[in-house]
């Protein structure tokens, strides 16, 4: 290659070097110099912790986890699932379980049917034998709320009462 042709091809990469340089240099640093202020303005009010569309948003003021009013389902058999099923409809509307985290587990057995309980963490608060019939278990799921949701509200009350900074609310009981 000639001195020549490279010297031109040299020539040509500074010159698309330099007008590219200065065609970027043209454009606004920030997209937000580049939005209307109409539009700028609106950006900036969804941002805002607090606005008049909603309250200010804050933490969480215990420390614990934000997710509560779980409910797992550890079932197996149609009858055991027709018991989560009942017992949840029952309780999505109960502020006291519906603040909890509530397991339901079930352990089948062929000759007695099914060992059912309702848990929040490592405390039983239901328990019962449910036999293969769907009905019974829907019977079954409305005496568990009441007995859950009791349970609850006496747990909460005895916390309320007793509080000491030395002992978990697992150890308290």
Known sequence: MSSINRLTIGFFI???WIIS?????NEPADAADALPANEQ????????LSSPDGPEMRGNANGGSELTGIMVDRTITMAGKTFYRA???????????GNATITINERPDARWGSQVWVMEGNRMYF???LSPKINEADRAAGE?????????IEQQLSAAVSSDKDLGKEELF
């Not at 568990?144 to 609850?152: F, S």
């Open 14 to 16: 500074v010159a698309v």
């Open 21 to 25: 340089s200065s065609a970027l240099a």
């Open 41 to 48: 303005e609106a950006i900036n009010a969804i941002n805002q």
């Open 87 to 97: 017992f949840s409809q029952r309780a999505m509307d109960n502020l006291i379980i």
């Open 127 to 129: 328990r019962t034998q």
């Open 144 to 152: 568990a709320v009441q007995t859950v949701e009791r349970a609850l």
